[in-house]
């Protein structure tokens, strides 16, 4: 194996009476169970299709899926904080009927709704906000006793990308993480994943930046970190393209990212991304 990487670490995560073992990469297939999500919106609206889609998540290998209930792209506005909860607890509930042996992460950036999924079934609290936007987000996924991911953000998805005025990107995302864990365990906190946050209140050019240097996050922390890149705009720009002209571009970045240490991927496009999984296992055995 390369020692230059922390691919083949033997962590495992605790995700309610499931054990999630890090030996290799996981990938987390997205559900975006709303109307204006960038990419699938509109797609999992129904029982019927929301159904299909994680069971198509889970034959195609992926291990998580990860449940949404409101866009976050660039310039869009939260839901209300009430709308939310009702959006994702029959949907969290269908799920975990349908399939009760899956891993169900959720998005949610409050406490409140954060509360709701995991009473109706949820493993994970996956955070894009990183506990800024509800100042009882940490001390719930303490007492939750859930894995949480802390992503980095600056701002709300509505003006984030007017936020995007960094001194040293690099040095800042590792301050941002150092201070925030510190926190999280001193509350209790057990599992932790970190998300580097891309296309949230950065250009293009600092996605760039922080991909080229995920090795070094990945050395500095030793929390799993989760990379989601999967059809976005630091893609599709480069490439003069659109979404739906991204998964190839999606693919290379996932391969960096899987050499550079990652142990989560976040995808669109799961049966791609696990043949990818697959070979870079291979590469580093």
């Not at 799961?270 to 055995?285: D, M, P, W």
Request: net charge negative; glycine share 8%; proline share 3%.
């Amino acid at each position: 194996m390369n020692k230059d990487t922390n691919f083949s670490s033997d962590k495992t995560i605790c995700c309610g009476k499931k054990l999630l073992t890090l030996s290799e990469p996981v990938v987390m297939g997205i559900l975006n169970c709303t109307v204006d999500s960038f990419f699938d919106g509109g797609r999992y609206t129904s029982e019927t299709a929301i159904v299909e889609r994680a069971n198509t998540i889970l034959e195609q290998g992926g291990k998580i899926i990860d449940i949404g209930a409101v866009s976050s792209k660039p310039g869009a506005q939260l839901l209300p904080i009430d709308v939310e909860k009702e959006r994702l607890k029959p949907i969290v509930t269908l799920l975990r009927r349908e399939f009760p042996d899956a891993i169900l992460s959720v998005d949610t950036c409050w406490a409140e709704v954060a509360k709701v999924v995991v009473d109706c079934g949820a493993d994970i609290i996956n955070d894009i906000s990183g506990g800024q936007f509800d100042e009882e987000m940490f001390s719930t996924v303490a007492d939750l006793q859930v894995p949480y991911v802390l992503m980095h953000t600056k701002g709300k998805p509505i003006d984030m990308q007017q936020n995007t005025n960094y001194s040293n990107i690099v040095e800042e995302l590792i301050m941002y993480f150092s201070e925030k864990l510190n926190l999280l365990y001193r509350l209790g906190v057990k599992d932790v994943i970190i998300d580097l946050g891309f296309g949230f209140a950065k250009t293009m050019e600092q996605n760039y930046e922080l991909m080229k240097s995920i090795k070094d996050f990945s050395h500095f922390f030793k929390e799993p970190m989760l990379v989601g890149v999967s059809r976005k705009s630091m893609i599709y720009n480069l490439l003069d393209t659109d979404a739906n002209g991204a998964l190839n571009g999606t693919t290379v970045l996932n391969t960096y990212a899987l050499l550079g240490g990652a142990k989560f991927i976040r995808v669109h496009d799961v049966k791609e991304a696990v043949e990818c999984v697959k070979i870079v296992s291979k590469l580093n055995k």
